[in-house]
């Protein structure tokens, strides 16, 4: 239970069309994250897959079945808001057990279901309060909890840590992983930080202006990105793209190669250039150079390394890491 | 520090000014209420003097509690008002709520047309209003006086509520969807109650206007047994005498229901807007 298929989904405003022709499949008890920047559809995909959306054209189903005229509520999915979105004038509890009790469920399996739900999160001491007493992060878990008593065959996840501050993303992150694991449910998770998408998912799902630019693990789009795009994409910081030309390669248009794939040295190498800016993270150190090849390169070093601006530096790419890309963007193999 | 924030003279002038509007705003009604409590003479000789021992009368009260009908006047306005702003705000709040949550086509216009009652008096249709309650049979009801009052309390509802449910998260509305709302529930149980205070200030303009009225009962609803606190007042005023004492009388007992709605609505009000601020 809890496979999705999206067929050739459309989806036009007026003439602004945000969704050209989406194909995509959901496997049972996968995490699928939707990843992109902002206005490149993700977030419409994902109405559309609950039913707050419809689309122009195309087909959805979930466990096989069509569900194209099927209203939300008989979808069999639950869904978290980046707002949180929960019922200001209801109790945690009544919140959680809204959907429930609009289903017809008696109370004693509801009161039940909610009792699973707030022990899974901890929620036990809230559950008589008001949203406004809580705060954002308990506010979030409440959201989950009310997606999770509906015991849906999809979770879909709408942006539901960008509201949070830095610490807490990480633990609710945390938890968010955790539940996969244990409730083995299917969820569709949409965010535009790319961190959230390499933790978290099983697949990741790279749009870009209403388009599918690739499907697949974080580590292969990490290692095999198919085009410029999801290669700028992913990875921070971005990926160095220096034109072929200059490298002396008259096959490729651009040529890739990450930050990180590049090594320094004081005395020799093939990229001679200067150091324009520093910066200091402790477990990394980033320099930027301006090289007599490539131009602005971005260089990151493992560690605590001291080099001051204006330093002269010879930077070496590791060559079997860099990507070649053709005059249509897409990679050359 | 500020100097404009402190200068004792910027803040004194802004306490003269609000000290001012207070003093006219509450001037007629305080003679209103001083005038009603003397005898005839004293009316005419000092009207801005205190009701003193020798001039203070209860004359023009007994009359107009004498006159017998004034209490079904009373529950006449009282209706019509209540009923008008209670219509007007159910399918004001109903219209601003397709408006601003449902696309569809001639969603701009509709708004437009519905807001052209703002701009255009509902008594210019006065004629027409009356040859269509006559052809209705509603004249001398009620009900002329609660239809005519919901029409024009209408249009300044659908704007404020409209404005004011665009505020309310999409997201909020989706998850009652999701959780099997209908749409009337997502309107009534999600929707209405984080719009309370702007249905309060919509009550309270709607109000003022409709009790105070009277040009349409005098029109439509002329007969005794329809006759509204402002109507009913006027059978004191004649083309000659013009018994003050019970015209004040009843206009200072006509003030009271009126302040009680008020006072009922803004408190709604206050607490609206301090819930949204805690929140």
């Known amino acids: 239970m809890g496979s999705l298929q999206l067929k050739s989904i459309r989806k036009a405003f007026g003439n602004h069309e945000v969704l050209k022709g989406i194909d995509l499949e959901v496997k049972d008890g996968e995490f699928v994250i939707f990843v992109?920047?902002?206005?490149?559809?993700?977030?419409?995909?994902?109405?559309?897959?609950?039913?707050?959306?419809?689309?122009?054209?195309?087909?959805?189903?979930?466990?096989?079945?069509?569900?194209?005229?099927?209203?939300?509520?008989?979808?069999?999915?639950?869904?978290?808001?980046?707002?949180?979105?929960?019922?200001?004038?209801l109790t945690v509890k009544d919140n959680m057990g809204l959907g429930l009790k609009q289903m017809g469920a008696p109370k004693a399996e509801v009161d039940a279901k909610v009792a699973k739900a707030s022990g899974m999160l901890s929620l036990e001491p809230?559950?008589?309060?008001?949203?406004?007493?809580?705060?954002?992060?308990?506010?979030?878990?409440?959201?989950?909890?009310?997606?999770?008593?509906?015991?849906?065959?999809?979770?879909?996840?709408?942006?539901?840590?960008?509201?949070?501050?830095?610490?807490?993303?990480?633990n609710t992150r945390l938890e968010i992983a955790r539940l996969h694991r244990s409730l083995k449910a299917t969820m569709i998770y949409v965010t535009h930080d790319q961190v959230e998408a390499m933790t978290l998912a099983d697949k990741i799902v790279v749009l870009n202006a209403g388009q599918i630019e690739q499907i697949g693990s974080p580590m292969e789009l990490y290692n095999k990105p198919a085009n410029t795009f999801v290669a700028g994409f992913i990875g921070s910081p971005q990926m160095n793209f220096i034109e072929a030309g200059r490298l002396g390669d008259g096959q490729a248009k651009t040529v890739g190669i990450r930050p990180e794939h590049i090594t320094l040295s004081r005395e020799k190498g093939d990229w001679k250039g200067k150091v324009i800016h520093v910066e200091h993270l402790g477990a990394d150190t980033i320099l930027y150079l301006e090289t007599e090849?490539?131009?602005?390169?971005?260089?990151?070093?493992?560690?605590?390394?001291?080099?001051?601006?204006?330093?002269?530096?010879?930077?070496?790419?590791?060559?079997?890491?860099?990507?070649?890309?053709?005059?249509?963007d897409r990679v050359l193999r | 520090m500020s100097k404009a924030r402190i200068s004792p003279l910027r803040s004194g002038f802004v306490h003269l000014a609000?000290?001012?509007?207070?003093?006219?705003?509450?001037?007629?009604?305080?003679?209103?209420?001083?005038?009603?409590?003397?005898?005839?003479?004293?009316?005419?000789?000092?009207?801005?003097?205190?009701?003193?021992?020798?001039?203070?009368?209860?004359?023009?009260?007994?009359?107009?509690?004498?006159?017998?009908?004034?209490?079904?006047?009373?529950?006449?306005?009282?209706?019509?008002?209540v009923v008008s702003i209670f219509f007007a705000l159910l399918f004001g709040a109903m219209a601003a709520f397709a408006l601003s949550e449902y696309r569809f086509r001639g969603n701009t216009l509709m708004g437009l047309y519905l807001a052209i009652g703002i701009m255009i008096p509902i008594r210019l249709g006065t004629v027409a209003i009356l040859q269509g309650m006559v052809a209705a049979g509603l004249v001398n009801t009620l009900t002329a006086l609660i239809l005519v009052y919901t029409a024009q309390g209408l249009p300044l509802a659908i704007f404020i509520l409209s404005e004011f449910m665009r505020t309310v998260s999409d997201d909020l509305k989706n998850a009652g969807r999701i959780d099997g709302l209908s749409e009337y529930a997502i309107f009534f149980r999600l929707v209405l109650p984080l719009v309370r205070p702007a249905m309060a200030t919509v009550a309270v303009f709607t109000m003022i206007p409709i009790w105070n009225d009277l040009w349409f009962p005098l029109?439509?609803?002329?007969?005794?047994?329809?006759?509204?606190?402002?109507?009913?007042?006027?059978?004191?005023?004649?083309?000659?005498?013009?018994?003050?004492?019970?015209?004040?009388?009843?206009?200072?007992?006509?003030?009271?229901?009126v302040l009680i709605l008020y006072v009922i609505f803004s408190r709604q009000l206050i607490r609206g807007i301090t819930a949204g601020a805690v929140k």
């Open chain 1, 126 to 170: 809230y559950l008589a309060r008001r949203p406004a007493e809580l705060s954002g992060g308990q506010r979030q878990r409440v959201a989950i909890g009310r997606a999770i008593v509906r015991e849906p065959k999809l979770f879909l996840f709408d942006e539901p840590l960008s509201n949070l501050d830095a610490a807490l993303r990480v």
């Open chain 2, 219 to 257: 029109i439509l609803a002329p007969g005794e047994a329809t006759k509204t606190v402002t109507l009913g007042s006027q059978v004191f005023i004649g083309q000659f005498v013009t018994n003050w004492n019970a015209v004040l009388a009843a206009l200072s007992l006509a003030i009271f229901p």
């Open chain 1, 293 to 328: 090849v490539t131009g602005l390169l971005t260089v990151r070093l493992f560690g605590e390394h001291q080099y001051d601006v204006d330093d002269i530096v010879y930077a070496t790419p590791d060559t079997a890491a860099m990507h070649r890309f053709g005059a249509d």
């Open chain 1, 36 to 89: 992109g920047p902002s206005g490149c559809g993700k977030s419409t995909l994902l109405r559309v897959i609950a039913g707050l959306e419809d689309a122009t054209s195309g087909s959805v189903q979930i466990d096989g079945q069509e569900v194209i005229n099927t209203p939300p509520a008989k979808r069999g999915i639950a869904m978290v808001f980046q707002s949180y979105a929960l019922y200001p004038h």
């Open chain 2, 18 to 81: 609000l000290a001012g509007y207070t003093v006219v705003a509450l001037f007629p009604v305080v003679l209103t209420i001083m005038n009603s409590l003397k005898d005839k003479n004293a009316i005419f000789r000092t009207p801005l003097a205190l009701p003193t021992a020798e001039t203070f009368s209860l004359i023009g009260y007994t009359t107009v509690l004498k006159q017998g009908d004034f209490i079904s006047y009373f529950q006449n306005s009282l209706i019509v008002t």
